[in-house]
């Protein structure tokens, strides 16, 4: 079994849009992460899960369609920057099907942290806008396989 976290693209300062859509930026930044996911083959799931915030639907939304993936896309709670990351490890420790999860940060770094290490703090990863990785179940926990950096993409 394994799990794939995704940070949301950039996107618009609140000054320029409350509802914080994705930037040009951002857009390309979802292109460049899907194009190079496709290629590598490297994100079967069986759905994708996006936090309630459009940033992060959009950068679900984008990737699915530059994959061209026919996994349906979820809104779950528990996923905001300032939820506690044990409430979603709970629900990924029944899951039985690989998944995609977008979010934000500091949550998704805590998730990260808290599915390997067992503490949700200090961060044993940060990640960057539109940034992924890969967890494997390993025994009883779970183990990085990969990690891909915006900047890596060009």
């Not at 509802?19 to 083959?41: D, I, N």
């Not at 915030?53 to 709670?77: F, H, I, N, S, W």
């Not at 390997?116 to 890969?134: H, S």
Request: some cysteine.
């Amino acid at each position: 079994m394994h799990l794939h976290i995704v940070r949301h693209a950039h996107a618009l300062d609140a000054e320029e849009d409350a509802a914080r859509p994705l930037s040009k930026r951002g857009w390309k930044q979802v292109h460049a992460l899907g194009k190079f996911l496709r290629a590598a083959a490297a994100l079967p799931v069986r759905e994708i899960w996006h936090s309630p915030l459009l940033r992060a639907r959009e950068t679900a939304q984008g990737l699915a369609g530059e994959m061209k993936l026919d996994a349906p896309l979820r809104e779950v709670d528990g996923l905001r920057s300032e939820d506690d990351p044990r409430i979603i490890a709970a629900r990924i420790e029944a899951l039985r099907e690989p998944v995609a999860i977008v979010g934000h940060e500091p949550h998704l770094s805590a998730l990260v942290t808290f599915l390997v290490t067992g503490a949700t703090e200090p961060p044993a990863i940060v990640l960057k806008k539109c940034a992924a990785l890969r967890l494997d179940r390993v025994d009883s926990g779970w183990a990085l396989r990969w990690h891909v950096a915006p900047e890596l993409l060009g």
